[in-house]
């Protein structure tokens, strides 16, 4: 089996992005959705890159949009069923974006948002089989995070959820809106809203 180094290849993506869109990591155009992505502390993050806000900038750019996407899987996904640390970080800047009709992309972004509801999910320690697969939560804090960060998100998650026309483009499956609804501590309502 091949074992991938996903912090240099996230570093080598966000190297290929900012060499073809170099603004992006000098003075990139402000989104309000992003407000307050250079505040955070990305180097204190275990094994995240220098360059984050570049990414997220270049998720609103429609010429670096595909590059940043590409590189934004890189930076959250640690494998096929893992987030990074990173990812508890990124989560809110990406509901905001997943929001935005303007976003180019959108629908990609919305996927990485599913993503993240659903590997960010507890393992049930009597679940011999989640635990094989994803390992106890007291090895990976970064899922208790990122559920935290969807709580604190929750409206986000609830404007993506009244949404006719969700950005996928399709109709939502309904485990992903459970784990969507469980990331984000909501448990729907009897009162009609359809979250």
């Known amino acids: 089996m091949c074992k991938v180094d996903h912090q240099a290849a996230a570093a080598a993506a966000i190297a290929e992005l900012t060499t073809a869109h170099p603004y992006l990591a000098g003075d990139p155009t402000p989104h309000p959705a992003l407000a307050g ?5 990305w180097s204190t993050l275990p094994g ?4 984050v806000p570049a990414v997220l900038y270049g998720l609103v750019d429609p010429e670096a949009a595909e590059v940043a996407g590409r590189a934004l899987r890189w930076l959250v996904l640690a494998g096929p069923m893992r987030i990074t640390a ?40 009597g679940n011999s089989w989640d635990l094989a697969i994803s390992g106890p939560e007291e090895e990976h804090p970064e899922r208790a995070l990122c559920r935290a960060a969807f709580e ?44």
């Open 86 to 125: 990173a990812m508890p970080a990124v989560v809110p800047f990406l509901l905001r974006l997943a929001a935005d009709p303007a976003v180019p992309h959108r629908g990609k972004l919305f996927d990485v948002v599913l993503v993240a509801a659903a590997l960010s999910e507890a393992v049930d320690p």
């Open 48 to 51: 995240c890159t220098e360059g």
């Open 37 to 41: 992505c250079e505040e955070v502390a």
């Open 152 to 195: 604190a998100n929750a409206a986000w998650v609830r404007q993506l959820l009244v949404e006719d026309q969700l950005p996928a483009g399709e109709p939502l499956h309904q485990d992903e809106r459970a784990s969507l609804l469980r990331a984000a501590g909501l448990r729907g309502s009897s009162s009609g809203r359809r979250w």
